[in-house]
């Protein structure tokens, strides 16, 4: 997914690298700084994600985990995906220095979208909930793949026919992307609820005391 | 701060860095990243390329180009990601790769490399495998030289393709460059806390300055 140095035309990657900036300046300004930890374990989590290959049919696709990274930390995702996608070009020599605008835009733009559409759907019925977690894992994937096809539109003059392939190419990503993000979703809401997005229902809210006194019982 | 809150985020942090570590065991292989290589055999120039997953790129476009970006040939891989092309001049020679969705590799083939290859193109009116059974008489400097630059070939061919094999680890994300990055993110995340620690010190300071 990501664009390699060279591809794209100078007014494509200097655009890129403006609307980045910009959201890299949002994200920051928006940015909690108690929640600095989860911002920097979520990058970390992207940058090694796109080294778990996926193997299917003769294209080369990776993880990208921009949907759970986004649906976490909102407008936070622009800089932690940043900064995971320049070391990703300094150390794999994955995509490039020049094209870093382009690639941020390319996987924090769904980032942004699926937090917007599905923060309010994880706290509802669990198989709601399982199926907004699928959605933004497919779904981030899918409108990356529209962008990366928009992105070469401007060298290759043809949408349709890069944007089907970069779709196909990734729909085993988007399907294991959406699984995973089920299981991340439903692991963070038994761990730790307070790093979703949302607010949770009144019951649940409740609900804390009742492990202290298991706590309890099993430490008399 | 109660403890749980302190302790409910390090569960949550060991848990998330955990489950990349997993998923990373257990892929099967590494992606991404179009590499290139190119080197010169005879009056041959082989090209080769992988995408660092291990996959070859199978009818990607290979433009041959000189250094001031004059396209010279253009060709597509094969199957097994290889593409193989007459030197055409002996200049040196800028081997890009296309391989589709934004995917590009190159690879510069230098001055001594494509100049020697050319001096050999040079003689080729002699007959370049000299017969063995040539009388010692008519053994020529030029018949000796073709055979000569034939036999160091030879020799020269494993240790070629070890050079593209290392050229391949090379570029390989391996487990210090996965270091690497961590540990880079950890640096900046450390950068944060101390803004914020400064910004909470700088707040009390303030506070106490206000209240007598």
Redesign the interface.
């Known amino acids: 997914m990501?664009?390699?140095?060279?591809?794209?035309s100078a007014p494509v990657l200097i655009s890129g690298a403006a609307l980045a900036a910009a959201g890299t300046a949002i994200g920051l300004k928006r940015l909690d700084?108690?929640r600095?930890?989860?911002?920097?374990?979520?990058?970390?989590?992207f940058?090694?994600?796109?080294?778990?290959?996926?193997?299917v049919g003769?294209?080369?696709?990776?993880?990208i985990l921009n949907g759970i990274v986004g649906l976490l930390l909102g407008w936070s995702a622009v800089p932690a995906i940043l900064?995971?996608l320049t070391?990703?070009a300094?150390?794999?020599?994955?995509g490039g220095i020049t094209v870093l605008g382009i690639n941020t835009l390319i996987m924090a733009l769904p980032a942004l979208a699926c937090h917007y559409l599905f923060r309010g759907l994880l706290w509802r019925r669990p198989s709601v909930a399982a199926t907004a977690s699928f959605a933004c894992g497919f779904l981030a994937v899918f409108l990356s793949a529209l962008l990366?096809g928009s992105?070469?539109y401007f060298t290759e003059k043809e949408f349709m026919a890069?944007a089907a392939?970069?779709v196909g190419?990734n729909l085993p990503v988007m399907v294991v992307e959406g699984v995973i993000t089920i299981f991340?979703i439903a692991?963070?809401k038994k761990?730790?609820p307070?790093?979703l997005p949302g607010k949770r229902p009144a019951e649940n809210r409740q609900a804390p005391p009742a492990p202290d006194r298991e706590e309890v019982a099993d430490a008399s | 701060m109660h403890p749980d809150q302190i302790r409910r985020p390090l569960a949550t942090l060991m848990g998330l860095m955990v489950m990349p570590a997993i998923l990373l065991t257990a892929a099967s292989a590494w992606s991404h990243g179009l590499s290139v290589f190119a080197w010169v055999e005879g009056t041959q120039v082989q090209v080769e390329s992988k995408f660092s997953g291990g996959k070859r790129p199978v009818n990607a476009v290979v433009r041959v180009l000189d250094l001031a970006g004059n396209q010279l040939l253009e060709g597509r891989t094969d199957s097994q990601g290889r593409w193989v092309f007459d030197l055409p001049q002996r200049t040196p020679l800028r081997i890009v790769m296309e391989a589709g969705l934004g995917h590009r590799g190159e690879w510069l083939l230098q001055a001594a490399e494509t100049k020697a290859a050319g001096e050999e193109s040079g003689v080729t009116e002699t007959p370049s495998p000299p017969p063995a059974t040539l009388p010692a008489a008519e053994i020529t400097t030029d018949h000796l030289e073709a055979h000569l630059r034939q036999v160091v070939e030879e020799a020269l061919q494993p240790l070629q393709a070890r050079l593209a094999r290392l050229e391949e680890r090379r570029r390989n994300p391996g487990l210090q460059e996965i270091l690497g990055g961590l540990g880079y993110i950890l640096g900046l995340v450390g950068v944060g806390a101390y803004v914020q620690a400064r910004r909470i010190r700088a707040r009390r300071t303030a506070g106490r300055g206000q209240a007598p």
């Open positions: 990501h664009i390699s140095e060279g591809v794209l700084y108690d600095i930890a989860q911002v920097g374990v979520l990058s970390s989590a940058f090694v994600a796109s080294l778990i290959h996926v193997n003769p294209a080369s696709v990776h993880l900064v995971a070391l990703q300094i150390f794999f020599q994955y990366l992105a070469l890069v392939l970069a190419a991340c692991f963070l761990v730790d307070g790093l």
